[in-house]
């Protein structure tokens, strides 16, 4: 597969106003763009560092994975994305290779990337995405 560089980390945070400023006035990184992903009940904050980004995932409901993985885990880092190219080849590959997948076909993200999930039981315990732009 064709992987280009770790697009970003997400982690989750229980709060995005209070998280923001340790990025901001601590790493003196900027927040460029706040987005709702209604479909993943999280709101997400960006920041960029080189190619990579900092994405804080902020739950929006308690039903949101983010939530569960706060009330088991506490905040922290929440998955690894990389960029690829040809996603569906990707996710093709690692599935004959034995990986099990979480999204079989890739989905909408936020910030116009097609998206999708491969399961921690699979990755030694590392959420991993794959993502390409839209
Ligand atoms: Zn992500």
């Given at each position: 597969m064709n992987?280009?560089?770790?697009?970003?980390?997400?982690?989750?945070?229980?709060?995005?106003?209070?998280?923001?400023?340790?990025?901001?006035?601590?790493?003196?990184?900027?927040?460029?763009?706040?987005?709702?992903?209604?479909?993943?009940?999280?709101?997400?904050?960006?920041?960029?560092?080189?190619?990579?980004?900092?994405?804080?995932?902020?739950?929006?409901?308690?039903?949101?994975?983010?939530?569960?993985?706060?009330?088991?885990r506490g905040e922290g880092v929440h998955h690894i994305a990389f960029a690829v190219r040809g996603i569906e080849q990707a996710l093709a590959e690692a599935e004959e290779k034995g990986v099990r997948l979480i999204d079989k076909t890739p989905r909408a993200g936020a910030e116009g990337m097609t998206i999708a999930f491969l399961h921690p039981k699979s990755t030694q315990g590392v959420l991993t995405e794959f993502c390409e732009k839209r």
């Amino acid at each position: 597969m064709n992987l280009s560089h770790i697009e970003h980390l997400g982690i989750a945070v229980r709060n995005l106003q209070e998280a923001i400023p340790y990025y901001e006035n601590v790493l003196g990184l900027k927040c460029y763009n706040i987005e709702e992903v209604a479909d993943q009940k999280v709101r997400t904050a960006f920041f960029k560092l080189g190619d990579t980004k900092i994405e804080l995932l902020e739950p929006t409901s308690e039903e949101s994975t983010i939530a569960k993985f706060i009330e088991n885990r506490g905040e922290g880092v929440h998955h690894i994305a990389f960029a690829v190219r040809g996603i569906e080849q990707a996710l093709a590959e690692a599935e004959e290779k034995g990986v099990r997948l979480i999204d079989k076909t890739p989905r909408a993200g936020a910030e116009g990337m097609t998206i999708a999930f491969l399961h921690p039981k699979s990755t030694q315990g590392v959420l991993t995405e794959f993502c390409e732009k839209r």
